[in-house]
């Protein structure tokens, strides 16, 4: 009868979102979810675009984005991009929109790559487009990622292929007669390398929460899985359902469509590496986006709860749960068992779930390598590095179990930092956020 307590689709493992709303029954859920009808959304395209004639070469655009305070308007570059059809870069291959994906009620997913999308336009350059507008959405993730690549290009020497942009899709699950749609989310997927920003629900713009394009943050947190998947590939040779992995997981781990929801909440939870991975992943794209982004950009204030759940620099949860993975913490995510639930709002940490857990390691792993270094390029080249030490020593470790595996992915990035022995506080923080972690000597002994 656990399912019954749960409901809500907006926790797919790649998603920035970690905090979902939860609500008693999946019809309740389902109005929560319901938004602005994409008809709408189309009519905020500029009319000039239903003629090619009047494309012209894009400058600089007004964007919005939250700096800690308010949402401010600015101005990116967009030099960039070309003159084309298609809104493209060198490191944007595409901008699309559509409706691109839904599953059935086998939990079957229908995907829509970026072939399928309709590529977007902007015809003229001295419109003010709007806050809310389609364009404005596309120009604002579009410009996270140029940041997030420039970042990247300026810590390492591996040259990434561009993404597609999915900008505002319909994606709807199909129980019966129900549907249930994805909003208030972003997501990558490696396989496509396609980044995907979500509409708004109507909940969320009502009650004035900062759109997640509006947070720089959250563009650069996605860019952070497709850094992740390209440095460590291993990570997902193994997976039987490689074309959905950031969307599904398999169908046989929870009999439906419900697993796409939230882990934690359905039955036959199976605690696998993939589960390990999936919650390194999110820490990893957390620190990412962290590090690529500066000061005032990479503030989440404007959101619910991310402000102190997701803050790499947060060491605790929105509700005071101090950020640790010791052994209460780890039992609970390492338990093939579902724990009862007493979350009921995104203010709660889920320690079954990867985004809670990933925000953990995150933490720490800040924490620990801001005692060497207090430069985030300094900072991100370790991630890297971390990356690259875990594709060329995996097969050595990747068949253990899982509680030993997640102990070598984190104690390689313990070890990154270590130089003779450790100092006192590189000790205290190890102490604080991973008690519970040992390599074969300890790492500080006392
Ligand atoms: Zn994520």
Same mark, same amino acid.
């Given at each position: $009868? *656990?399912?019954?307590?749960?409901?809500?689709?907006?926790?797919?493992?790649?998603?920035?979102?970690?905090?979902?709303?939860? #609500?008693? #029954?999946?019809?309740?859920?389902?109005?929560?979810?319901?938004?602005?009808?994409?008809?709408?959304?189309?009519?905020?395209?500029?009319?000039? +675009?239903?003629?090619?004639?009047?494309?012209?070469?894009?400058?600089?655009?007004?964007?919005?984005?939250?700096?800690?305070?308010?949402?401010?308007?600015?101005?990116?570059?967009?030099?960039?991009?070309?003159?084309?059809?298609?809104?493209?870069?060198?490191?944007?291959?595409? !901008? !699309?929109?559509?409706?691109?994906?839904?599953?059935?009620?086998?939990?079957?997913?229908?995907?829509?790559?970026?072939?399928?999308?309709?590529?977007?336009?902007? +015809?003229?350059?001295?419109?003010?487009?709007?806050?809310?507008?389609?364009?404005?959405?596309?120009?604002?993730?579009?410009?996270?990622?140029?940041?997030?690549?420039?970042?990247? #290009?300026?810590?390492?020497?591996?040259?990434?292929?561009?993404?597609?942009?999915?900008?505002?899709?319909?994606?709807?699950? !199909?129980?019966?007669?129900?549907?249930?749609?994805?909003?208030?989310?972003?997501?990558?997927?490696?396989?496509?390398?396609?980044?995907?920003?979500?509409?708004?629900?109507?909940?969320?713009?009502?009650?004035?929460?900062?759109? $997640?394009?509006?947070?720089?943050?959250?563009?650069?947190?996605?860019?952070?899985?497709?850094?992740?998947?390209?440095?460590?590939?291993?990570?997902?040779?193994?997976?039987?359902?490689?074309?959905?992995?950031?969307?599904?997981?398999? *169908?046989?781990?929870?009999?439906?469509?419900?697993?796409?929801?939230?882990?934690?909440?359905?039955?036959?939870?199976? &605690?696998?590496?993939?589960?390990?991975?999936?919650?390194?992943?999110?820490?990893?794209?957390?620190?990412?986006?962290?590090?690529?982004?500066?000061?005032?950009?990479?503030?989440?204030?404007?959101?619910? +709860?991310?402000?102190?759940?997701?803050?790499?620099?947060?060491?605790?949860?929105?509700?005071?749960?101090? *950020?640790?993975?010791?052994?209460?913490?780890?039992?609970?995510?390492?338990?093939?068992?579902?724990?009862?639930?007493?979350?009921?709002?995104?203010?709660?940490?889920?320690?079954?779930?990867?985004?809670?857990?990933?925000?953990? !390691?995150?933490?720490?792993?800040?924490?620990?390598?801001?005692?060497?270094?207090?430069?985030?390029?300094?900072?991100?080249?370790?991630? &890297?590095?971390?990356?690259? *030490?875990?594709?060329?020593?995996?097969?050595?470790?990747?068949?253990?179990?899982?509680?030993?595996?997640?102990?070598?992915?984190?104690?390689?990035?313990?070890?990154? &930092?270590?130089?003779?022995?450790?100092?006192?506080?590189?000790?205290?923080?190890?102490?604080?956020?991973?008690?519970?972690?040992?390599?074969?000597?300890?790492?500080?002994?006392?």
């Amino acid at each position: $009868m *656990k399912n019954s307590l749960s409901s809500i689709a907006i926790l797919l493992s790649s998603f920035l979102l970690g905090c979902g709303e939860r #609500s008693k #029954s999946p019809a309740a859920a389902i109005t929560n979810y319901t938004y602005t009808n994409k008809l709408e959304k189309y009519h905020l395209f500029d009319p000039a +675009c239903q003629s090619h004639s009047r494309f012209t070469e894009l400058g600089r655009f007004s964007i919005y984005q939250w700096n800690d305070y308010f949402v401010a308007k600015t101005y990116g570059d967009f030099k960039g991009f070309t003159s084309s059809t298609r809104l493209s870069s060198q490191n944007i291959s595409n !901008i !699309i929109h559509s409706e691109s994906g839904k599953y059935d009620v086998e939990g079957n997913y229908y995907i829509g790559s970026g072939a399928l999308g309709l590529p977007l336009k902007i +015809c003229n350059t001295a419109a003010d487009l709007g806050q809310k507008s389609i364009e404005t959405v596309a120009l604002a993730t579009a410009y996270a990622v140029e940041k997030s690549h420039a970042f990247y #290009s300026a810590t390492t020497h591996l040259k990434l292929d561009p993404i597609v942009l999915n900008i505002l899709p319909t994606y709807h699950i !199909i129980d019966g007669t129900n549907a249930r749609y994805f909003a208030n989310n972003a997501s990558f997927s490696p396989l496509f390398k396609e980044l995907t920003m979500y509409p708004q629900s109507q909940r969320a713009a009502a009650a004035g929460e900062v759109a $997640m394009w509006e947070m720089p943050m959250v563009g650069a947190h996605e860019f952070g899985h497709y850094v992740f998947s390209q440095h460590f590939p291993s990570a997902y040779s193994k997976r039987k359902n490689y074309r959905t992995t950031f969307w599904q997981e398999p *169908k046989a781990r929870t009999g439906g469509y419900a697993n796409i929801m939230n882990k934690s909440l359905v039955g036959n939870r199976v &605690v696998n590496n993939e589960l390990i991975i999936d919650a390194l992943s999110e820490g990893f794209a957390d620190l990412y986006g962290f590090y690529t982004q500066n000061e005032k950009a990479r503030g989440l204030a404007g959101s619910r +709860c991310f402000h102190r759940t997701r803050s790499v620099k947060s060491s605790t949860f929105y509700n005071g749960d101090l *950020k640790t993975l010791d052994s209460r913490t780890l039992n609970l995510f390492l338990s093939n068992n579902i724990a009862s639930l007493k979350v009921e709002h995104c203010a709660d940490p889920d320690y079954q779930e990867i985004h809670s857990i990933g925000a953990i !390691i995150a933490y720490g792993v800040n924490e620990l390598w801001s005692q060497t270094t207090s430069s985030a390029h300094e900072k991100a080249k370790l991630l &890297v590095q971390w990356l690259d *030490k875990l594709e060329e020593e995996f097969s050595s470790f990747q068949n253990n179990p899982p509680r030993i595996f997640f102990n070598v992915v984190v104690d390689l990035a313990i070890k990154l &930092v270590r130089v003779g022995s450790f100092s006192d506080n590189q000790c205290s923080v190890i102490k604080e956020v991973f008690p519970d972690f040992n390599n074969e000597n300890s790492y500080c002994l006392i």
